[in-house]
């Protein structure tokens, strides 16, 4: 089997108050992203989220794994997938669409073969993928960074001028709950998703690329009156619950990509916390 995986279970608020840095980040971050040649996969029971990468310098087949209790991964499924690294393709039961720098791919319930590959296994390409479950089919779809919804929100001033790409998301892809995206922070800017905000319909994992090294990206979650932070690298993701807020400041401007899915599509579904609020 071509798939490694492991299992977070849920965790309440009142837990996570006691939790001490190796706790948060055994629970929420997840580090094993981009490894070449593997697919690894994370499976949240924060609405049964999905998360991961695969780096084929070989083809490297999507299985299903053993929480699903599918014969294919998208028996029960839709997925979302969007490359961070060389230029490659995702043949989907035998239609191959290719994929170059943040192109995103969207991939309905009913797929029976999804096999990764990379142009050249020298510059592999790096899909990160996002999975929810899903109760009807639609259409395999590609979207370029071009092609996604664009948002200017935030100032210079504020630290916080942002651009938001919407990909996977109402409008530009059909789905059943899947909404996915990227955003890119401008020179001078450190702050995303400042306000912050709790939507306690859905949950989000953030994946944050283009951190350059030897920076850091400093990630605040839990409830807006009693904050934690976890420290995120470049190509690490972090899951974020209903009940927690999700916003990071980096020591140099970067992009992060997220990920979402819950009770529905309305993507400013959303109860923001005050700055002043913020604990």
């Not at 797929?111 to 990764?116: A, E, P, R, S």
């Not at 510059?123 to 109760?135: G, L, Q, V």
């Not at 401007?253 to 913020?278: C, P, Q, R, S």
Request: hydrophobic residues 35%; charged residues 20%.
């Amino acid at each position: 089997m071509s798939v490694n995986y492991e299992s977070r279970y849920a965790s309440s608020p009142e837990a996570v108050k006691q939790y001490d840095t190796t706790q948060l980040r055994d629970e929420f971050l997840i580090d094993n992203l981009m490894e070449v040649g593997k697919i690894n996969l994370t499976y949240s029971h924060y609405d049964r989220y999905i998360a991961g990468s695969a780096v084929p310098t070989t083809p490297l087949t999507l299985e299903a794994i053993d929480p699903l209790k599918s014969v294919y991964f998208l028996e029960r499924r839709e997925i979302g997938i969007i490359n961070v690294g060389g230029n490659g393709s995702i043949e989907v039961d035998g239609t191959t669409y290719q994929l170059g720098l943040k192109d995103a791919l969207y991939i309905g319930m009913g797929i029976k073969n999804v096999v990764f590959k990379s142009d050249d296994k020298n510059k592999p390409a790096k899909f990160y993928i996002n999975s929810a479950p899903a109760h009807v089919n639609f259409p395999t779809k590609k979207v370029s960074l071009e092609e996604a919804n664009k948002i200017e929100l935030g100032s210079l001033e504020t630290a916080n001028h942002r651009t938001v790409n919407q990909m996977i998301i109402g409008g530009v892809v059909t789905t059943c709950q899947l909404q996915m995206g990227m955003t890119t922070l401008k020179t001078g800017s450190v702050w995303n998703t400042m306000p912050a905000h709790v939507h306690d319909r859905r949950m989000e994992v953030y994946f944050y690329i283009d951190v350059p090294e030897n920076q850091a990206v400093c990630h605040f979650m839990g409830q807006p009156d009693e904050t934690r932070h976890i420290w995120i690298h470049n190509h690490q993701a972090v899951i974020s619950p209903p009940w927690s807020i999700h916003s990071g400041a980096g020591t140099s401007n970067y992009t992060f990509i997220w990920g979402m899915a819950g009770e529905n599509l309305d993507y400013n579904d959303m109860d923001v916390a005050k700055i002043t609020d913020l604990k």
